[in-house]
């Protein structure tokens, strides 16, 4: 996130989500549902695949 210059805070505003949620995602802690994965992927304009598990 660093790369991009953007904290996880600014990151789950922007989406919609908790900020302790996207922090356990990105921990592997915990796998974004189906809604919070098509946030991210609207976000990004990425397909919300890239981040559900395989």
């Known amino acids: 996130?660093?790369?991009n210059r953007l904290t996880?805070?600014?990151l789950a505003d922007a989406?919609?989500?908790a900020?302790?949620?996207l922090s356990a995602f990105?921990?592997?802690r915990r796998v974004p549902t189906a809604a919070h994965a098509?946030?991210?992927g609207d976000h990004f304009g990425v397909s919300l695949t890239?981040?559900?598990p395989l």
């Open 1 to 3: 996130m660093n790369a």
């Open 8 to 10: 996880q805070q600014a």
């Open 15 to 17: 989406v919609g989500i």
């Open 19 to 21: 900020q302790s949620a």
């Open 26 to 28: 990105l921990k592997d």
């Open 38 to 40: 098509k946030r991210l």
């Open 50 to 52: 890239v981040f559900l």
